[in-house]
T-cell receptor, first 112, second 114 residues
Framework: GQQLNQSPQSMFIQEGEDVSMNCTSSSIFNTWLWYKQDPGEGPVLLIALYKAGELTSNGRLTAQFGITRKDSFLNISASIPSDVGIYFCAGLNMDSNYQLIWGAGTKLIIKP | DSGVTQTPKHLITATGQRVTLRCSPRSGDLSVYWYQQSLDQGLQFLIQYYNGEERAKGNILERFSAQQFPDLHSELNLSSLELGDSALYFC?????????????FGPGTRLTVT
């Protein structure tokens, strides 16, 4: 089946650092979604992207729909302790029968 | 708070048993999705219902079944439970129109099979 490659798998960051993660696919997608999951909770939708090249912000978070339509990026500026969690990307294309394809997640951990 | 509710929050049961998980979607949402998340794993899509009809199936075992009722709440039935079924089960809902693919997740049901 289709897969999304999400990287990195995990990140150790210092408070205040900027963070970047991405999702790539061999297929073209026409929707990209970014979610954050806190431990034991349900994922929360952060940003939705619908057009190639689209750049959308939500507070300190900025996500981009790659121009090739095969990738998406999420950046977090000036990280704070509550940014810790797992970030999932999800994509949609016609080949997926209109079902979201999920990445495996990027785990964000604050260095002590 | 996403507006999606799930009950129960926790469930502990023995192998071979059957359980029912319940989900109420956000007000006005017609689509309900069920996901399974094993420890430290990603989200595995199980099944989707739209306005009472099954719309899509993912990696759902034959021992599992679901339905969506006329009031749009949904139930996921898990039978002949095995140890490996222990996981978080999430329900998500989405609207029927332009934001159909933006799914909003409930808090989940943690199932422990002993």
């Amino acid at each position: 089946g289709q897969q999304l490659n999400q990287s990195p798998q995990s990140m150790f960051i210092q408070e205040g650092e900027d963070v970047s993660m991405n999702c790539t696919s061999s297929s073209i997608f026409n929707t990209w979604l970014w979610y954050k999951q806190d431990p034991g909770e349900g994922p929360v939708l952060l940003i939705a992207l619908y057009k190639a090249g689209e750049l959308t912000s939500n507070g300190r978070l900025t996500a981009q729909f790659g121009i090739t339509r095969k990738d998406s990026f999420l950046n977090i500026s000036a990280s704070i302790p509550s940014d810790v969690g797992i970030y999932f990307c999800a994509g949609l294309n016609m080949d997926s029968n209109y079902q979201l394809i999920w990445g495996a997640g990027t785990k964000l951990i604050i260095k002590p | 708070d996403s507006g999606v509710t799930q009950t129960p929050k926790h469930l502990i049961t023995a192998t071979g048993q059957r359980v029912t998980l319940r989900c109420s979607p956000r007000s006005g949402d017609l689509s309900v999705y069920w996901y399974q998340q094993s420890l430290d794993q990603g989200l595995q899509f199980l099944i989707q219902y739209y306005n009472g009809e099954e719309r899509a199936k993912g990696n759902i075992l034959e021992r599992f079944s679901a339905q969506q009722f006329p009031d749009l709440h949904s139930e996921l039935n898990l039978s002949s439970l095995e140890l490996g079924d222990s996981a978080l089960y999430f329900c998500a809902s989405s609207a029927s129109l332009s934001r159909h693919y933006e799914q909003y997740f409930g808090p989940g049901t943690r199932l422990t099979v002993t």
